[in-house]
């Protein structure tokens, strides 16, 4: 194991990162986050946890106690999966190793959110096909790309703009996810509008080319999003609920920052959040994705955007946010942002290769490097042998 060599970190125990704060019903002792993050490790048939190892991985990142972690994205149901090796919470047996993995998250006095995931058309066709499910989207044709419709032809599994009766259906499986989720023991729920998946595929003007209330303004295309919120308010409470958006994301060809109403598009999301916030039903938190990140498949620095921030958003929310994008490397940003009173900080890649992340962050020790060939890969080698700060320095002498 190296230490990333080119990096001088910075000790942030005196910031406000250390400082205890309240999300939901769970009293963090830092603001440091463990964000969604696909590992593609799940057993199939059955997209269940990995019986072997995630709860391992899940122990190792979760040992500092207070710290607060969102699981990978996790399918609400066969229709809204499609990828082999990612964990649902539909079926029993999905619930029952989700519940051992919580368990070592509670062990640890560290708290856990389930991120609830729809592919949409970021979905792979075929595989749907196999299991006789449809290829769903905001519209009819309106493919990701050259690659996906290929696929959606060859498999002949056009991409299908979903009905008013599909979409209350998705809202009673995002509902039923949720309550599983809190009967396998989680905290929360965070629901994944981001990263041109389906709810973003609604939400973005380029994906929803509908004529009915679901498309044609930014209220429409607000609709699905903000009646999964509702859903899972009344289903579960307010307190238990956190959401991601991305509002300069590009990643599954949605707009980005080139599209003038995309600001417009999110402060109307975000407004809403916060009427309902004003009339009693505040979530826990908004989740960002800074435009430091647009496309999450590209290695860091590449793609980012630079013409705008995230800052519009405090302006009309004025509850928690958790930002996301690129920090570890730059303890400066995150020294800046977390001045913010209500500003958590999520730390995905360099959290995968050092299970103790938090303390580093907290001596400004040196990190672990990532392997990426390992990120996606069915082996528990690049998921639970990444050492800990005291386990690398011994293994160097
Ligand atoms: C991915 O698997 O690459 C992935 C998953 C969820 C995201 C972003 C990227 O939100």
């Known amino acids: 194991m190296s230490f990333k060599t080119d990096f001088k970190p910075i000790a942030l125990k005196d910031t406000n990162l250390f400082k205890p704060i309240k999300v939901g019903n769970t009293e963090l002792k830092h603001r440091a986050v463990f964000p969604p993050l696909t590992r593609r490790r799940a057993i199939y048939p059955g997209n269940i946890p990995n019986k072997d190892w995630a709860a391992t991985y899940y122990d190792q990142r979760s040992q500092r106690p207070g710290t607060m972690l969102i699981t990978e994205g996790t399918f609400i149901s066969p229709q809204a999966g499609g990828y082999d090796h990612v964990p649902g919470i539909w079926s029993e047996d999905q619930i029952t190793q989700w519940e051992k993995i919580f368990n070592k998250i509670h062990d640890n006095k560290s708290f856990v959110w389930v991120q609830l995931w729809a592919l949409g058309r970021q979905s792979t066709p075929d595989t749907l096909a196999r299991d006789g499910l449809r290829y769903d989207s905001a519209s009819d044709g309106i493919y990701m790309n050259d690659q996906s419709k290929e696929l959606a032809e060859k498999s002949n599994n056009p991409q299908h703009g979903i009905t008013k009766d599909e979409i209350k259906q998705y809202i009673k499986e995002y509902i039923q996810a949720a309550k599983n989720s809190l009967a396998a023991g989680a905290d929360g729920v965070e629901i994944h509008a981001a990263n041109g998946y389906l709810l973003n595929q609604f939400l973005d003007p380029k994906s929803n080319h509908r004529t009915d209330e679901y498309g044609g303004s930014i209220e429409n295309r607000s609709r699905f999003t903000l009646e999964v919120v509702d859903a899972l308010v009344d289903a579960i409470g307010e307190d238990k609920i956190g959401i991601r958006l991305s509002p300069y994301g590009t990643y599954g060809n949605v707009s980005g920052g080139t599209e003038p109403l995309i600001v417009a598009q999110y402060s109307h999301v975000i407004g809403e959040l916060e009427k309902r916030a004003k009339a009693g039903k505040r979530l826990a938190y908004i989740h960002l994705v800074e435009p430091r990140v ?104």
């Open 294 to 397: 647009t496309d999450p498949s590209l290695a860091e620095g590449v793609g980012e955007y630079h013409d705008g921030t995230n800052d519009f958003v405090y302006s009309i929310w004025k509850g928690l946010i958790i930002r996301a994008g690129n920090l570890a490397l730059y303890p400066e940003i995150t020294k800046e942002f977390i001045k913010d009173g209500r500003t958590l900080i999520g730390f995905g890649r360099y959290w995968i290769a050092n299970p103790d992340f938090p303390d580093r962050l907290e001596k400004g020790q040196p990190l672990n490097n990532y392997d990426r060939d390992t990120f996606y890969s069915l082996t528990s080698e690049g998921y639970i042998d990444y050492p800990t700060y005291d386990e690398a320095i011994k293994s160097m002498y």
